[in-house]
């Protein structure tokens, strides 16, 4: 007998800890696309929506669905935790607008290229150095270390706090796993912990150190994004603490945890599918549409959450002011009416209208250019070595039901045939 879509609970960390609840997820899209999903505790439920459509549509519409009332994920906060996180993906426009301008310059694809000597330089060496140990976890031996790596250089923070960074960006990575308890000895503070995002006291030593390079980059300037931010004026004011920290906090975390994601998504998909990558070895044309499949089917972020600002209803269905609608972005990438063929790899997939980076709205993705070049350099990097890995083990995933991460994926690198 098939299983009563309202008992199934799509939101629990558990589940995805154990694999992505496809089979439900297709069911929801084809039976019920805006289901009602009971979630005791946490003002009692919320709108689950699975449609491709649905997510482009409410994503497009923050008058009537807010980031900034309530909060991105789903569990309710108190006003002064939303308040002493509100960075500028829990705003709204016109405030966010604002605030966006300061830094999207930064992130335009020319702007981009421009870090891709240094992208290829590390992402090379890290897989020289775990290519020559012959078997390796690729999480902490690729995944964790490129994006931080180069967020470091855009950010413009001291080459020697790289180390650190990475403890504390996997500690905040995490602790999206519900289980994960901090050790008080390595991560010590006595900040009110609802404050600080996932409860991580890593977030808190990110901030403070955010908070000293600024401090540094206010009085001696160099250019980078940091000095940019502690120097911005929005609306003639200078950004407040909070702001700026929180500005600091959101890259690191939002430019981080998620390409990790990507990237351990992607080399897993391509094991997987290891037709999927000689076609691409015998025609690297196909990399742009390769880099857009690895991220519609890796799907790093699996839904954010909108408030709803008033009453209004989606295909039929009442949705009442204050109610929460869950943006499924791992279902709405595998909607069978907009991807044929969902579930198979397809590395020359054209058009692939994913939702990756969000549907189109205000928010999407600020880092986009910035992932797909990450990604891109590191698959023409691996053809260039002519290498490809195997599992030595299974994948360990996170317990998460925000990140669609891994928190190991033991590999062997073997020659290309
Ligand atoms: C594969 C990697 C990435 C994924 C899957 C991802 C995903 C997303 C998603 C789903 C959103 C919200 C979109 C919306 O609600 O419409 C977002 C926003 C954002 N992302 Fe990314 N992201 C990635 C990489 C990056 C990188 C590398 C950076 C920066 C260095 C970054 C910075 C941001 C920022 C600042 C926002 C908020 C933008 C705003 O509020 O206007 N992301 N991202």
């Known amino acids: 007998m098939e299983e009563d879509l309202t008992n199934v609970d799509v939101a629990s960390p558990a589940v995805y800890g154990e694999g992505v609840p496809h089979d439900v997820l297709a069911r929801l899209r084809a039976e019920d696309p805006v289901h009602w999903h009971p979630w005791p505790g946490h003002g009692g439920g919320f709108w689950l929506l699975t449609k491709h459509a649905d997510v482009v549509e409410v994503g497009k519409d923050p008058e009537a669905f807010s980031f900034q009332v309530g909060h991105i994920a789903l569990e309710d906060r108190e006003p002064d935790e939303l308040a002493a996180r509100q960075s500028m993906i829990e705003t709204d426009p016109p405030s966010h607008t604002r605030l966006r301008k300061l830094v999207s310059s930064v992130f335009t694809p020319k702007k981009v290229r421009e870090y891709g000597a240094y992208t290829r330089r590390v992402a090379g060496e890290l897989l020289d150095e775990a290519i020559a140990k012959g078997e390796f976890d690729w ?202 063929d969902p579930y198979r790899l397809d590395l020359g997939r054209k058009p692939n209208d994913h939702v990756t980076f969000g549907g189109g709205g205000p928010h999407f993705c600020l880092g986009a250019f910035l992932a797909r070049l990450e990604i891109r350099i590191l698959l023409e990097e691996i053809l260039a070595r002519r290498v490809r890995f195997e599992l030595t083990g299974p994948p360990v995933r996170l317990r998460s039901n925000f990140i669609n991460g891994f928190k190991s994926i033991p590999v062997r690198a073997v020659p290309a045939r």
């Open 139 to 340: 999480v902490p031996a690729i995944s964790e270390p490129l994006p931080i790596m180069v967020l470091i250089a855009i950010l413009g923070l001291p080459a020697e706090d790289t180390p650190q960074l990475i403890e504390w960006t996997s500690e905040l990575a995490a602790a999206t796993d519900p289980d994960h308890v901090p050790d008080p000895v390595k991560y010590p503070t006595d900040v009110d912990p609802r404050l600080l995002p996932f409860g991580s006291p890593a977030a808190w030593h990110i901030f403070e150190y955010g908070r000293k390079i600024g401090e540094e980059r206010r009085h001696h300037p160099t250019g980078d994004l940091v000095s940019r931010l502690v120097h911005a004026q929005v609306d003639g004011e200078r950004l407040t603490d909070t702001e700026y920290t929180n500005f600091f906090e959101v890259f690191v975390f939002a430019g981080n945890e998620t390409t990790r994601t990507g990237i351990s998504q992607g080399i897993l998909a391509l094991m997987e599918h290891p037709d999927e990558l000689e076609r691409l070895a015998a025609d690297p044309s196909l990399l742009p549409t390769a880099v857009e499949e690895i991220l519609r089917f890796g799907t790093p972020i699996i839904y954010f959450r909108r408030t709803a600002t008033r009453d209004t209803e989606i295909r039929g269905t009442p949705i009442r002011e204050g109610d929460k609608l869950a943006l499924w972005y791992l279902s709405a990438n595998y909607d069978e009416e907009v991807f044929a």
